[in-house]
T-cell receptor
Framework: GENVEQHPSTLSVQEGDSAVIKCTYS??????FPWYKQELGKGPQLIID?????GEKKDQRIAVTLNKTAKHFSLHITETQPEDSAVYFC?????????????FGTGTRLTVIP | NAGVMQNPRHLVRRRGQEARLRCSPM?????VYWYRQLPEEGLKFMVY????????ESGMPKERFSAEFPKEGPSILRIQQVVRGDSAAYFC????????????FGPGTRLTVT
């Protein structure tokens, strides 16, 4: 099955700086890559996603890039704010008949220092 | 528009008891996924259901665990004869349809087995 690796496991940045989280996947058939933000005691919140026919997608301060050849994708957060502090998970979905279940990375705990 | 709802939010069971976790998908969504999250780890896929059908249960333990999504009412994840290793956060996610990749998560049920 699909294997998703995520780095770093923890990341601290000063407020206003950028944060980058990287993930790799193993199954070249994977075609959907979402990113989730999870705050303490809450469920994961979908913040941005990208499909395999696109190389980059941006939504305000958040952007995701995808390199299909190298099988890696990254989350970029610019002008970080304290409220960006959370655990971020990448995931990949490999299309199979009737199922789109997600394979998650192990998470990155982002701390934005005011 | 209510999001994905899960109840109870916290559940404490003694070893050997049964745990029932409920999930009501977002309005208009007919696809439900269950994931398990151990402390400090990512989410692991368990089962994918549509109304009255189990589509993919490849992540579900073979014994003691079962899931259903009846025509009427919430999806239920049932764990029989719980053991301490079942202690975890259980999240359900819903999506609009098979062709829709986006999955939206509920707040989770935190199961503690004493």
């Amino acid at each position: 099955g699909e294997n998703v690796e995520q780095h770093p496991s923890t990341l601290s940045v000063q407020e206003g700086d950028s944060a980058v989280i990287k993930c790799t996947y193993s199954d070249s058939a994977s075609n959907y890559f979402p990113w989730y933000k999870q705050e303490l005691g809450k469920g994961p919140q979908l913040i941005i996603d990208i499909r395999s026919n696109v190389g980059e997608k941006k939504d305000q301060r958040i952007a995701v890039t995808l390199n299909k050849t190298a099988k890696h994708f990254s989350l970029h957060i610019t002008e970080t704010q304290p409220e960006d502090s959370a655990v971020y998970f990448c995931a990949a979905s490999t299309p199979r008949t009737g199922a789109n279940n997600l394979f998650f990375g192990t998470g990155t705990r982002l701390t934005v220092i005011p | 528009n209510a999001g994905v709802m899960q109840n109870p939010r916290h559940l404490v069971r003694r070893r050997g008891q049964e745990a029932r976790l409920r999930c009501s998908p977002m309005k208009g969504h007919s696809h439900v996924y269950w994931y398990r999250q151990l402390p400090e780890e990512g989410l692991k896929f368990m089962v994918y259901l549509q109304k009255e059908n189990i589509i993919d249960e490849s992540g579900m333990p073979k014994e003691r665990f079962s899931a259903e999504f009846p025509k009427e009412g919430p999806s239920i994840l049932r764990i029989q004869q719980v053991v301490r290793g079942d202690s975890a956060a259980y999240f359900c996610a819903s999506s609009l349809g098979q062709a829709s990749y986006e999955q939206y998560f509920g707040p989770g049920t935190r199961l503690t087995v004493t």
